[in-house]
């Protein structure tokens, strides 16, 4: 079967939401949404959701899940928002509590931050699976950019988020707490191992060089031929030390540090305090 998918692109973080119909019916999916965030002020914004969930209401289409691929280090997700306002459950991969356990002990959350995945509607396992209407949905557990990531495919369309770019652009870097260069190209195998034409459709897009406009969606066809980083039958040794290097020049991502304490809570932002205000801890040479 083939769902019908709906790009949303936003371009202050290099994110695509995605919604995913089941073409004989009107229940839907969406696939790692974006809450808008000023790092600056310390404003969250609602418009790239509002987008979505105006879509939605246009289409007469009904929210069945609200899908994370992993814990996002580059954007906020916006799924307790759209869940109030469309409904459906929030899902995202077992692991999760292993990078709530690193990153609660990062940012020193204390035993009141639960580290069970309990914030989530449904944790996933590998080989679990799932409906969108009549159509089924099948998990892969694909980490190595972290422990949590999740390669979702439904009918003949497989979303990967951050495990593979745009063949052009090529792979997650693997150098953040629990990343591994090896276990990504496990996994990346894993996906490339689908049928030849099953549709990829990345978590990001940075318009390599040389190409002019923002893309998404490809193959796995096309990735096993002309992936610039594991493309053309590269080898697991020549991929890893590829990956380690160019890892070790990357800077952290801008808002890496409010995106984990918000994702992590499944969207949630951290308890108020007493003067009902939340806020977001910097640990000071601690990433």
């Known amino acids: 079967m083939q769902p019908e998918v709906y790009g949303f692109f936003d371009e202050a973080t290099f994110t695509i939401t995605y919604v995913v119909r089941d073409p004989s019916s009107t229940k839907c999916a969406i696939v790692d949404s974006v809450l808008d965030f000023d790092y600056a002020s310390g404003r969250t914004d609602t418009r790239s959701a509002d987008t979505v969930i105006a879509f939605v209401k246009e289409k007469g289409f009904e929210v069945e899940w609200l899908l994370e691929s992993h814990v996002h280090a580059d954007h906020l997700s916006a799924a307790p928002y759209l869940q109030?306002?469309?409904g459906g459950k929030i899902g995202i991969g077992e692991n999760i509590k292993v990078v709530q356990d690193t990153f609660g002990k990062v940012f020193n959350e204390g035993t009141e931050f639960q580290r069970d995945g309990s914030q989530f509607d449904r944790l996933f396992k590998n080989g679990d699976s799932f409906h969108i209407g009549q159509m089924r949905g099948d998990v892969l557990?694909?980490?190595?950019?972290?422990?949590a990531c999740l390669t979702y495919v439904v009918g003949d369309a497989a979303f990967v988020g951050d495990t593979l770019f745009m063949p052009d652009f090529g792979t997650a870097r693997c150098d953040f707490p629990g990343g591994s260069a090896e276990t990504l190209y496990e996994s990346i195998q894993k996906i490339l191992a689908l049928p030849d034409a099953t549709r990829i459709f990345v978590g990001?897009?940075?318009k390599a060089p040389g190409r002019d406009e923002y893309a998404w969606e490809t193959t796995?066809?096309?990735q096993k031929a002309f992936n610039i980083h594991v493309g053309a039958g590269k080898p697991a040794e020549a991929f890893v030390s590829?990956?380690?290097e160019r890892d070790s020049?990357?800077?952290m991502p801008r808002l890496i540090i409010p995106s984990l304490q918000v994702?992590?809570?499944?969207?949630?932002?951290?308890?108020?305090e007493d003067n009902g205000v939340s806020y977001i801890k910097v640990p000071m040479n601690g990433l």
């Open 220 to 222: 796995v066809a096309e």
């Open 204 to 206: 990001h897009d940075y």
């Open 141 to 147: 557990h694909t980490p190595g950019h972290t422990p």
């Open 242 to 244: 590829m990956r380690t």
């Open 263 to 272: 994702n992590m809570r499944a969207g949630q932002m951290p308890p108020p």
């Open 84 to 86: 109030q306002a469309l």
């Open 249 to 251: 020049t990357l800077a």
